[in-house]
């Protein structure tokens, strides 16, 4: 793969970037439409479905990098996703360009506990590296096994916030009972993952092209691409009203990213966690910085904008930049 021309493996590369990113509406649409019809409401349902779904190009990613022993690749993708991803609510407050910021519009207590979760979960990552030496269970080291007890538990308090904050998203639409909706989302769901394979394959041999490391591309190049299903469902399901679906799909991926590593350490066969660096650290806490500054603007609810954006988003963009120059 490697020894194809540069342009030959641009142009794959871009082809899977554009198939995930077609992928995203009828996945969008799809889960919406699941999500009413078996009473979930929009934050559960962007958690529980599409937030997994839309993260499978990470899973094709850590899959394919693990096999392969590159667990810098996989460690960098997921954890400067966490920071790409957060990049994608910025973007999707522009969706909807008059009237309150996103954050207003889909300000629920269940997306706070996103949040929380979401910071519980990049915080053990930080304190990973540490736990891990303290014992193992095959391969699977302390961190390894705590890191999907979290998430569980997580999706069991935001379960119980559902009946009294479901919205109207639980209301039956017409079509809502097609036949056809789960074949659509199935296969939408397959296209995510071809693509994100192809993303990964394509990827790797870009960045040993152009001798970039596997860390620093993965969480940043990669990392971008890999988001593109949530920049594509997000904005289908803000562009329809469904503003705490799109919301959720993006602290409902965040959350599933670090449980990713307990499945590049299964594929692996040892730990992920002691492929953690000073560089994925850095990461982390970059990611645990933005989630609280959004989980902020839950909670206060600005009504105004700054330059076309929320509050929340002006800092989120800020952050960023700067953790990118830092990153360099």
């Known amino acids: 793969m490697r020894e194809l021309p540069t342009f030959v493996l641009f142009a794959a590369f871009v082809l899977a970037a554009a198939l995930v990113w077609k992928s995203g509406k009828p996945l969008a649409d799809t889960t919406a439409i699941l999500s009413r019809r078996y009473g979930l409401g929009e934050a559960l349902g962007g958690m529980l479905i599409l937030a997994i779904v839309t993260d499978l190009p990470e899973v094709a990613v850590v899959i394919s990098g693990a096999l392969r022993g590159d667990l810098a690749l996989a460690?960098?993708?997921?954890?400067?996703?966490?920071?790409?991803?957060?990049?994608?609510?910025?973007?999707?407050?522009?969706?909807?360009?008059?009237?309150?910021?996103l954050a207003a519009r889909a300000a629920s207590p269940t997306l706070v506990v996103e949040c929380l979760l979401v910071i519980a979960l990049l915080g053990l990552v930080v304190a990973g590296p540490s736990l891990a030496g303290l014992g193992t269970v095959g391969p699977l080291s302390l961190p390894d096994?705590?890191?999907?007890?979290?998430w569980i538990g997580g999706l069991m308090w935001i379960g119980r916030l559902r009946p009294t904050h479901?919205?109207?998203?639980?209301?039956?639409?017409?079509?809502?009972?097609?036949r056809a909706?789960?074949?659509?989302?199935?296969?939408?769901?397959?296209?995510?993952?071809?693509?994100?394979?192809?993303?990964?394959?394509?990827?790797?041999?870009?960045?040993?092209?152009?001798?970039?490391?596997?860390?620093?591309?993965g969480a940043t190049v990669l990392a971008a691409a890999t988001s593109l299903p949530e920049?594509?469902?997000?904005?289908a399901s803000a562009k329809a009203g469904e503003n705490e679906l799109a919301v959720s799909d993006i602290l409902g991926g965040n959350a599933v990213l670090p449980v990713l590593l307990t499945v590049a350490t299964l594929c692996a066969g040892a730990t992920a966690y002691a492929a953690i660096d000073g560089t994925s650290l850095y990461l982390s806490a970059v990611g645990i910085l933005?989630?609280?500054?959004?989980?902020?603007?839950l909670v206060l609810r600005p009504r105004r904008r700054v330059l076309g954006f929320g509050p929340e988003c002006v800092m989120l963009l800020v952050v960023y930049v700067v953790a990118l120059i830092g990153l360099a």
């Not at 639980?170 to 079509?175: F, H």
């Not at 933005?290 to 902020?296: K, L, P, Q, S, W």
């Open 75 to 101: 460690v960098g993708n997921l954890l400067g996703g966490t920071a790409a991803q957060m990049m994608v609510l910025v973007v999707l407050d522009r969706a909807q360009p008059i009237g309150p910021p």
């Open 181 to 217: 909706t789960l074949p659509v989302f199935a296969l939408a769901a397959l296209a995510t993952f071809a693509g994100g394979v192809g993303l990964e394959v394509f990827g790797d041999a870009l960045a040993a092209r152009f001798d970039i490391g596997g860390v620093v591309f």
């Open 231 to 235: 920049l594509s469902t997000g904005w």
């Open 145 to 150: 096994l705590l890191a999907p007890a979290i």
């Open 166 to 178: 479901a919205g109207r998203g639980e209301k039956m639409k017409p079509g809502d009972h097609d």
């Open 290 to 297: 933005m989630t609280a500054i959004y989980a902020a603007a």
